[in-house]
């Protein structure tokens, strides 16, 4: 059962901290996309790659994020230094974009939940 | 720019009952659209899609929508609502015609209750 795999699902961490969030996108997808989700804003895109280059970031602090994709099978959000207004659910999705036979459909990992205290 | 509004945050229905939830776009042309669902502590999940052809589109778990060019929208159904389907929503639109990027646009999502 092909799925969206990250890590970590939970992580605490302090303020000033380094972070950094992990993504296996479906193997054969060809987009992969970086979101945060919080109770205030609700679903932001932060970052959006194809063919593993990235095409749009403009979504995300870029003083202290940075997303990469080092490999097909591996997509990288760090954050450094992390601040507690970074607390929020980081989803990655990947897809196969939209071309005559496919139509933009997202599979969804399940998340890893950020605290920064 | 895209937009997509879902002008109901919350809403409560009772089990058995009728469901409806609204999605309007804002966009040039017909894009993609979308309903995914989101359970507690899960990623989303998509339901449904509407692409071309029937306006009337089946998904998972018994869900259909209607896709309504002449009102810009895309409102989610489901005849009779099971405790189960307590979750979030999100209509989402991707440009039909974005040259391959895969700009999606989601909506703020409309929580649902189930009450026995």
């Known amino acids: 059962d092909a799925r969206v795999t990250q890590t970590p699902r939970d992580k605490v961490t302090e303020m000033g901290q380094e972070v950094t969030m992990r993504c296996q996108p479906i193997?054969?997808?060809?987009?992969v996309f970086w979101y945060r989700q919080t109770m205030m804003q609700g679903l932001e895109l932060l970052a959006y790659f194809r063919n593993r280059a990235p095409l749009d970031d403009s979504g995300m602090p870029k003083d202290r994020f940075s997303a990469e994709m080092p490999d097909a099978t591996l997509a990288t959000l760090k954050i450094q230094p992390s601040e507690p207004r970074d607390s929020a659910v980081y989803f990655c999705?990947?897809?196969?974009?939209?071309?005559?036979?496919?139509?933009?459909?997202?599979?969804f990992g399940e998340g890893s939940r950020l605290t920064v205290l | 720019a895209q937009s997509v509004t879902q002008p109901d945050i919350h809403i409560t229905v009772s089990e058995g009952a009728s469901l409806e939830l609204r999605c309007n776009y804002s966009?040039?042309?017909?894009?993609?659209l979308f309903w995914y669902v989101q359970s507690p502590g899960q990623g989303l999940q998509l339901l449904l899609k509407?692409?071309?052809?029937?306006?009337l589109v089946q998904g998972i778990k018994g869900f259909e929508a209607e896709f309504k060019r002449s009102q810009s929208s895309f409102n989610l159904r489901k005849p009779s609502v099971h405790w189960s389907d307590a979750a979030e929503y999100f209509c989402?639109?991707?440009?039909?015609?974005?040259?391959?990027?895969?700009?999606?646009?989601f909506g703020t999502g409309t929580k649902l209750q189930v009450i026995p």
């Open positions: 509407y692409f071309s052809g029937d306006t």
């Open positions: 999705a990947s897809g196969l974009g939209t071309t005559l036979s496919n139509t933009g459909e997202l599979f």
């Open positions: 989402a639109v991707v440009p039909m015609n974005s040259g391959g990027y895969q700009k999606v646009t």
């Open positions: 193997l054969g997808h060809n987009t």
């Open positions: 966009y040039g042309a017909t894009p993609y």
